[in-house]
């Protein structure tokens, strides 16, 4: 992949990096309202996005395409999938360079970036909020666009609105590829946890519970999480019992930065027993998301603590910080957060280094137990059955 060239600060905003004349041959934006968190390759948005690229490719249009949002990502990935052009918009944030952003996207979404035209819309400096450039993003991609593609559109949404708002009348409106708009199902937000549990005395390993993950695994692309939406049917692939089933296929335990201290990676476990940590399990919704679901791996804490493992040191918002390594400090305001007892480990835990008579796989019922068992060399226990011993 060919580096693109390195800028001159401060430079155009309104010109176009890499392939410009893209600009020229009637680009083709695809409109979609805000979607489900889970997209499935069965949800009409996303099969319809995708025959509307494929459609827009065919006809030699580039499509108008950006990041932040799966409706904005899944058209960047069928440019690439299909050997598409596209006009890419991304964010111009105070701490990265144009140079940077460009070879970070092109490296995620596979794309050739000399193929492509690349445009920035500013981070407002003072905005907290990762979303404060989406309205320029929006209002910059009608102005791009020859043809205008309307695939799912909320009614009384902003996207609509918007619609009415920047349609000019040199524009095409192609409304083949329309699809009804449909709320997020209630069904995607629910949690199914064990009514029945079986009591786990003496217990003695550290666990990490999965959940399901909003976009790519960790040290997975995007290219690679798109294209496993657009051929899934109407199961989520990155839900917590597929994350689970992958640390198995690995036997790596990845870590994650997200909302850790200097973002460094790390693994989260538990020293609760499985009935202390299903009391815990709950839909969180302010981040749309579960604590953690019921799929998890536990390692017994001797081998664990061998592995690097720590517990985590806990201190009030009102607090002095601790000395130590910031990410091994989580700091807490309302709430019994120290109630987790929570461990970590710094990157990631590689289960090939642990005796296999020291790893349990942990799912909800005997059920599951029979299906993960073909998978796995480890130990699988049902929550609903006691600890035998190995």
Known sequence: ????????????????????????????????????????GS????????????????????LVASVGMNTWE??????????????????????????????SVAVDFALEPEEHAWMFVEQPPRSRSAKAWWD???RLAFRLARHVVPV???????????????????????????????????????????????????????THWTRRCYGPWPAETSANYYRAIAACGESYPRSAVCTLKRILQERT???????????????????????????LMRWRKRFVRPTFEPY???????????????PVTYVKSDE?????????????????????KEWRSVGEVNLAEIPDEDVLVLVPSERDADEFRGLTRYRVQPLTCGLESP
């Open 1 to 40: 992949m060919n580096r693109p060239r390195k800028l001159k600060e401060p430079f155009d905003l309104t010109f176009p990096l890499g392939n410009a004349a893209l600009l020229g041959k009637e680009p083709a934006l695809l409109l979609n309202s805000r979607q489900s968190k889970t997209p499935v």
């Open 43 to 62: 949800d009409g948005w996303v099969r319809n996005t995708i025959e509307a690229a494929r459609d827009a490719i065919h006809s030699g249009f580039p």
């Open 74 to 103: 899944l058209v960047l990935w069928a440019a690439g999938e299909f050997r598409g052009k596209a006009i890419v918009i991304c964010p111009l944030r105070p701490d990265s360079s144009p140079d940077a952003s460009i070879v």
């Open 136 to 138: 320029g993003r929006d």
């Open 152 to 206: 799912c559109i909320r009614a009384g949404g902003r996207m609509e609105k918007l619609f009415k708002q920047e349609l000019r009348d040199d524009q095409t409106v192609d409304l083949r590829f329309r699809t009804g708009y449909k709320s997020r199902s209630k069904e995607a937000c629910r949690m199914t946890l064990p009514t029945e549990t079986a009591n786990f005395e003496d217990w003695g390993y550290l």
């Open 253 to 279: 335990i990845r870590g994650s930065g997200a909302r850790i201290r200097n973002g460094t990676p790390v693994v989260a476990f538990t020293a609760l027993d499985p009935c202390g940590a299903l009391s």
């Open 296 to 310: 998890g791996i536990a390692i017994h804490s001797k081998s664990a603590q061998s592995a690097g493992i720590r």
């Open 320 to 340: 002095k910080p601790q000395e130590g390594a910031p990410e091994m400090i989580q700091g807490y305001g309302t709430g019994d957060w120290p109630a987790e």
